[in-house]
């Protein structure tokens, strides 16, 4: 069986649903991951809830790649801890206040160390966010603004590089597709050519910088805006934050800001130092090697933040082994969610959940439709599966022989799929890259999604336009004037639809009238 035809849709809506309804993502997960095995199990719920333990649940923490993502989680929380708990974001925030003292500039540094920090789209929200969130609460930039800046820096960012995982992954999908029908393409060569079609990363990227500039907010975000900057408040209130808030204002006397700085630049070091002897950034490499080196310069650096704190007196050595494993603890929250996602999406491969919405969309159309077609198909199924990398695996096998054998354009059909399978990676609810861009923010997760939703949906719009177009000519010259007209639209449309937030100065009282609200 292909798929379980309509039965398949129903785990992924229920996650959705529960996950908007309750704010509980967890129970949301845990529920339609069962539901989808019940409707495997035949409606047994005897033989159902073993197999989601033993089929999905064990088989998807003992996979080799999902259990090295999860011991660097730790790494990573552990670094997180020591970084927070010492003071050093928050000393590192009042050094820079005057510097970085606007909402514009907060939101473009954002999003420069983003564009900087491209090797790790799971690294990113957990090294940025951290640093910049004391900044941007004392500049009264909500914590759901800088969770969709993190968000919108991290995959959108490593799906344009060819020598990372991301890129190591799409060339390897394409190539097997090349080889097995004798075409006269090369998975390098290829990728290249695609970066100017992948207009939702594209998009995504320039959108950043035209917010901060114009300060034009819509939808939930503006609501989110307007709260932060009248009531001084980061974040709603009842709302649940995805892990412990830094606080620029409660620094211990001995904290410095070099106790931030110092173990990022030993974190980027070692990073670099371990990776550039196997070729990075020239040849690609392994996710094994890639991993490790992250997991070795997150230990080393916060290490360098123990001595600091030593030296400096902030801390007993034993005070700062709790630190560590405060940080360690902290991502219990997170390494459950992403069994449980990952597990969600194993249990709809199973159900045919993808094979399903293909099926919906496959027909009779015309050559010229195939990438708009392809950029909607994966935009269904990457946000219902959270996943964008199982979209690719899905899609281009499909894309590249049906533009071949249709004669659509080969490279804006190959760039559809992978915006189209981007937008699930940002935007669901049960996507890892979601999961930690709020994390990395300290918001909570569903307030992220129901902000960040429409500026994607806005982008997705725009990247419609832009794959009609491009179904119908693929010249060089056309797709510069694409492109052009998808950044031009992105820009009219924010200053149409958005209303203008002012950028207060830091030490502004909250608004009289706010708080009376």
């Known amino acids: 069986m292909d798929s379980y035809g309509i039965l398949s849709l129903l785990p992924p809506l229920l996650a959705v649903i529960i996950a908007i309804r309750t704010k509980n993502v967890i129970t949301a997960l845990f529920w339609s991951g069962l539901l989808g095995v019940f409707v495997l199990a035949g409606g047994n719920p005897i033989t159902a809830v073993p197999m989601y333990i033993k089929d999905y649940i064990f088989v998807q923490a003992s996979d080799g790649y999902n259990s090295s993502l999860l011991v660097m989680m730790i790494f990573i929380g552990g670094f997180v801890g020591v970084v927070t708990e010492s003071g050093g974001a ?21 999003w420069f160390m ?3 920090i491209f090797f790790s789209d799971s690294g990113n929200p957990l090294i940025i966010g951290p640093a910049f969130q004391p900044i941007t609460d004392k500049i009264r930039v909500s914590r759901e603004k800088l969770a969709w800046m993190l968000d919108a820096t991290a995959s959108p960012v490593c799906i344009l590089i060819p020598f990372i995982g991301w890129g190591i992954f799409i060339m390897g999908l394409m190539q097997k597709e090349f080889d097995a029908f004798h075409l006269n393409y090369t998975d390098f060569d290829t990728f290249v050519h695609v970066i100017p079609f992948q207009f939702y990363a594209i998009g995504t990227l320039f959108m950043m910088p035209v917010i901060a500039w114009t300060g034009r907010e819509f939808g939930a975000m503006y609501r989110a805006e307007k709260r932060a900057i009248e009531l001084n408040q980061p974040y709603a209130p009842g709302s649940q934050t995805a892990r412990t808030t830094i606080d620029a204002n409660d620094v211990h006397p001995g904290a410095t800001y070099a106790m931030m700085l110092l173990p990022l630049l030993v974190l980027f070091v070692t990073i670099f130092g371990l990776l550039i002897p196997q070729g990075f950034p020239l040849k690609p490499v392994k996710g094994a090697i890639l991993r490790s080196a992250l997991c070795t310069g997150y230990l080393l650096g916060a290490f360098t933040c123990l001595l600091l704190m030593f030296k400096n007196k902030v801390a007993t050595f034993k005070e700062g082994f709790e630190m560590y494993m405060k940080g360690t603890k902290s991502v219990t929250f ?10 969600l999406g194993a ?31 994966g935009m269904c199924i990457s946000f219902a599966t959270g996943s964008s990398w199982g979209t690719f695996a899905i899609l281009i096998p499909l894309a590249i022989p049906m533009a071949a054998k249709l004669g659509a354009p080969m490279y804006a059909s190959i760039g559809a799929v992978l915006s189209g399978g981007l937008f699930g990676d940002h935007c669901s609810p049960i996507s890892d890259t979601t999961v930690l861009s709020a994390i990395g923010a300290a918001c909570d997760l569903i307030d992220h999604v129901k902000t960040q939703l429409p500026y994607a949906l806005m982008v997705c719009v725009v990247c419609g336009v832009g794959y009609f177009i491009a179904g119908i000519y693929e010249s060089p010259l056309i797709i510069f004037g694409v492109l052009v007209g998808v950044l031009f639209m992105i820009l009219i449309c924010s200053m149409i639809w958005g209303k203008r937030l002012p950028d207060i100065p830091v ?10 609200d």
């Open 334 to 343: 997170i390494l459950m969610i992403l069994v449980l996602a990952w597990v």
């Open 347 to 377: 249990v709809c491969k199973s159900l045919g959940t993808a094979n399903f919405i293909v099926e919906l969309a496959r027909g009779n159309i015309p050559a010229s439709m195939v990438p708009l077609l392809l950029f909607i198909v």
């Open 114 to 116: 983003g564009l900087v």
């Open 90 to 110: 928050s000393a590192f925030a009042n050094k820079v206040a005057h510097i970085i003292n606007t909402r514009c500039k907060a939101q473009l540094a954002v």
């Open 507 to 516: 030490d502004a009282p909250a608004s009289a009238d706010a708080a009376k």
